[in-house]
Each structure stands twice: as structure tokens, then as C-alpha cells.
């Protein structure tokens, strides 16, 4: 999970090494430490370096992170003579490690051979039980393999033991999504919003899911939550101030009647609507007279 | 609507869907298609709108995008008559339980609408063949309501190059220049019409 600074930064140093102005281990350090998934531009800038005997001793030891890291890349756009290459590089570096173990169990993984990786996954957990990377890429195995339930029992099981592996509740929650399993996914979030209450996106993605779980009672904590996203970023995330549009008029939809609480859901709608409305004059004004219409919508329906 | 109703897509709106299954691979993405009826059974899908490329099976991003969507293109004399979705993983053929409940939405009010899923296989067949056919299956729901696999003859793409163009668009990585409304909610400024894509 990155921020916009940080992505734009990422951003910045791909353009810049692909137009040959040079970065590129610069580039390759930050993915490694943001642990984003850029696996081509790693493939290719990674390659430059490693193919280049000069640039490669210019690294000293880190050549062997590097022929890690451009391995795992290698596997993931399906390269998998240069992923073999280079783990055949780093056993012959490194003999017995388990480390490259792993590397090889993903590669047998990447060629499809689901029954070899998870033999080799097995063992190396006999040897260390408590190997994060090795539990989570079974989960990935059973996903892969399109069987969602067994990735699902992996990662709850994985989670019981690593409850504060943030990676894990996020994946956990897109899947009870994708499987519109709302009311786990809601559990999710809830967890990773009492473990890091001042994160954004967790308040963000437990009112969208609340949101379409519906319900009064359901709007309601929704709004809450939309309003708390607006509060930890500063009146900045569109989605949140288009979300407290949607709760006040969903919620009006339910309550048509009843006049309580009307003064103080108006007043935050209208303060979300003039936010919204004023980002699009500034920034898009060519969609304006688009939101000015979505709002109208929202505020009759 | 009547038995058999055709559905023709356009080039744009073809293309548009693939590269933007295309630029988010390691994801489940969707989109809405924009047409107008045609003479008796035909409907014609003039353009399309990718919309989301995470979390799919929210509603709020997915109410927003339909109410701006149809105010557009109202004003354009075109309406959402259907929906596509591009599964996650490439062998998986199954339409979802959340593309069937966008789908049965968007038929509420567009009766005959169409469900277009990404076919990978022939994606990936593309370059080998010379298959002037779309790479997607069509999903109508019939009278029994629920969605059913049709025959491919009923979709085409009206302009018999698009095979070609796309995979000109493809060996150039066009899909980078596509935005959907998920980019557009990140980063206001991001255009999801993709007015510019195609100049």
C-alpha cells in the first residue's frame, strides 16, 4: 500500500530509466521496499544491470538480492528461463539455503506443477513453521487454482497465528468481496481498522462495504465512516465525499417520513456536495456540469 | 425483444474493453457498453466505458459511475445496454455472481441487455489466427432469467479489422493511455471517456 507521493515518485524514476536517463537500481530498491508488483520494468531494468558484468560487481553483495529479485519478477511475466538461470545462480552462491528453496518451490509454482511446489512448500515448513512467505504462497496456490474456499480457510488459518499481517486481512477482504461475502469482508476491515485506526483507506473500503450491505443501521455507520476517511485526508478523497452523498439519500430513501436528524444529514451532504463541486471546477471542468447533475440526482432519489 | 437479437459492437468500444482488461492483468475488471436498438433485433454497442479494475463487487463506486454514465450519454441519444467483465484468472470461465447481479441491474432497465465476457483463450489465440471474431462471449438472459452462454454468430464487431487494429494496439502497449472510472475517482482530472485514446 503506497501513498500518491510515493507512487508519483515510483513513477517518476520508471519514466526516467525508461528513457535512459539512468536510476534504474534506484529503481529497483524502492519497488523492492514499497513491495509493488511492476514486474516487466523489474524484468528489463533488472536484466540491464545483471547482463552487464560491470554494473553487476558495481552492486557487491547486493548482486544477489538483485538476481532474487529480478527472479521472482522473471516468473511473473512468465519468463521462466531466466527465472531458472538465475536460480540456479543463487544455489550455486548460496547451497542449502532456504531462502533459494523457496525460489524453487515458486518456480515449480510458476510452471503450473502445483503438486511439486506444494510438496516443496510442505517440507520447507517441516523446517521452519513459521515461514510467512512460504504459508501465504500456498494461499496464492489455491487461488491460483481457482479454488477460492481453500484459500480462504489458508488465509484465516494464516491469520490466526499472523493477525497483524495487515497484506493478509486486505487480501482476505477482496476475496469475501469478489465472493459478495460482505459481512466477512466487513470483519476485515474492522480488524485492520483497530490495528491501524488512522489509515485512510481501511475506514474508506469498510463503508463502501457497509454501504452495500444496506440497511439502515448499515448507512448510517457508513456515513460515519466516509466522514472519518474525510477527516484523516483532509477533505481530499472524492470517493469518501461522493459516499456521504450516496448515505444521505439512501438513508433519506428509508427514512422518508420520519423527520429526525434531517438539519444534520443535510448539512454534511451540502458540505460534500460544495467540496466535490469545487475539485471539478478546478480541476476537471469539463465532467462539472456531469457531477452538478449526479448530485441533483442524488439529493432527489 | 424477440428470439434472436444481434448485437454489433464498434471497433472503439471493442478495443477499448480488451485494453483495459489488458493494462490491469492481475485483476478483475468490468465495464459498461453504450448502444442504441437498431432496426428490429439488432443492438448496436457504440461505445463502451471501462469502469473498474478492484474491488468490483462494491456498490458505491458502481453508483456513481452509472448515474454520470447515463447522464453523458443521454444527452448523446445512447443509453448502458450491457455489461463486461473480464475475470481475474485466465482459465476462469465462470461469470460471477457479481457480473450476473450488474448484469440483472442494467437489464431492468434495458431489457435484451447483453453480458460480454472476456474470453482469454481467444485472446491469446490472436496473434496465431486470423479470427476476425470478438474475444468475448455473449450472455443474454433469456426468458428463464438467468444468463445464458449464446451462440458467437449473434456478436460482431462491425468494423472486420478490429482483430488487426487491436493487436497493432497491443505490440504497442496502447493499454497504458486507458483510464476507467477507478483511475477517475483516484485522480479527478483522469478522463473516463478516453476521448483522446484513439487520436
Known sequence: MVSKTEEEQVNRLESQVENGGGGAWEYLCLVRKLKLRRSDKVLKFGLSILNDPKKRSALGPEEWTLYEEVAVAAMDCQCLDVAKEFTKVLQKKFPGSKRVGRLEAMLLEAKGSWAEAEKAYMSLLEDNPLDQIVHKRRAAMAKAQGNIPLAIESLNKYLEIFMADQDAWRELAEIYVSLQMYKQAAFCYEELILSQPTIPLFHLSYADVLYTLGGLENLQTAKKYYASTIDLTGGKNTRALFGICLCTAAIGQLTKGRNKEDKENSQLQSLSAVALEKDYKQRNQSKHSLLTATLKSLKLS | ?199
Open chain 2, 1 to 199: 425483444m424477440g428470439g434472436e437479437t444481434k448485437y454489433e459492437i464498434h471497433q472503439n468500444a471493442y478495443i477499448k474493453l480488451v485494453l483495459h482488461a489488458l493494462k490491469h492483468k492481475t485483476s478483475a475488471v468490468n465495464g459498461v457498453l453504450l448502444g442504441r436498438l437498431s432496426g428490429d433485433d439488432t443492438v448496436e454497442i457504440v461505445d463502451s466505458v471501462p469502469l473498474f479494475h478492484s474491488q468490483i463487487g462494491l456498490l458505491p463506486p458502481l453508483e456513481i459511475a452509472l448515474i454520470m454514465i447515463e447522464e453523458y450519454y443521454n444527452d448523446k441519444g445512447l443509453s448502458i445496454v450491457g455489461y463486461f467483465h473480464a475475470n481475474e484468472r485466465f482459465d476462469d470461465f465462470e461469470l460471477s455472481n457479481v457480473a450476473k447481479n450488474i448484469g440483472d441491474h442494467i437489464s431492468k432497465y434495458s431489457p435484451g441487455a447483453a453480458l460480454l465476457l472476456l474470453d482469454n483463450k481467444k485472446l491469446e489465440a490472436l496473434p496465431k489466427g486470423k479470427d476476425g471474431n470478438p474475444v468475448m462471449q455473449l450472455y443474454t438472459k433469456d426468458t428463464s432469467r438467468s444468463w445464458k452462454l449464446v451462440g458467437s454468430d449473434r456478436l460482431t464487431v462491425k468494423e472486420p479489422s478490429a482483430n488487426v487494429i487491436l493487436l497493432d494496439f497491443i505490440s504497442s502497449k496502447k493499454w497504458k493511455d486507458i483510464t476507467d472510472f477507478d483511475d477517475h475517482l483516484d485522480d479527478i482530472s483522469k478522463d473516463w471517456l478516453n476521448s483522446d485514446l484513439f487520436n
